[in-house]
């Protein structure tokens, strides 16, 4: 299973992190880590900048993250014009900044940094994959 699975344009159908959708189908999401020098990565990378080392190992984003920053998209790039308005999120998940969209789910009078956020997998037309962050239960 490639990216065909998560992206919509401009992505590249096989890449060496391409058990990241694998991961998604499973209800996972994933970063990566490198064992050289253990710096983390989201979205996955399959060589590490720091180090320029190659050995990569997959980690898994879980839990509960703090939202660190937001904006709302009104406008849309080149295949996304039918998604706005949307939310864009910047989270960290205990070290692990990953970016992503909000579920439209949230009020944005609750939009604050610092709420908990956690990851939702979630299955689009086409049998595309996608995750969202959604609010942690209180
Ligand atoms: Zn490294």
């Known amino acids: 299973m490639g990216f065909e699975k998560f992206g919509q344009k401009s992505f590249t159908s096989r890449t060496k992190v391409d058990d990241f959708v694998e991961y998604l189908a499973n209800?996972?999401?994933r970063g990566?880590?490198?064992k050289s020098c253990a710096q983390s990565y989201f979205p996955p990378r399959a060589?590490?900048?720091g180090c320029l080392g190659g050995d990569m190992e997959w980690l898994k984003i879980e839990g509960t993250g703090r939202l660190i920053s937001y904006t709302r998209a009104n406008y849309a790039p080149t295949g996304f014009e039918a998604d706005v308005p949307y939310t864009l999120a910047l989270?960290?998940?205990n070290g692990i900044k990953v970016f992503g969209r909000l579920?439209?789910?949230i009020p944005e009078e609750e939009l604050s940094p610092g709420i908990s956020?956690?990851?939702s997998i979630s299955?689009?037309?086409g049998a595309r994959l996608t995750y969202e962050f959604v609010k942690t239960e209180q």
Do not use: H, M
């Open 27 to 29: 209800g996972e999401l």
């Open 32 to 34: 990566t880590k490198c």
């Open 47 to 49: 060589d590490c900048p």
């Open 91 to 93: 989270v960290d998940f």
């Open 103 to 105: 579920s439209s789910a």
């Open 117 to 119: 956020l956690r990851t």
């Open 123 to 125: 299955q689009l037309p």
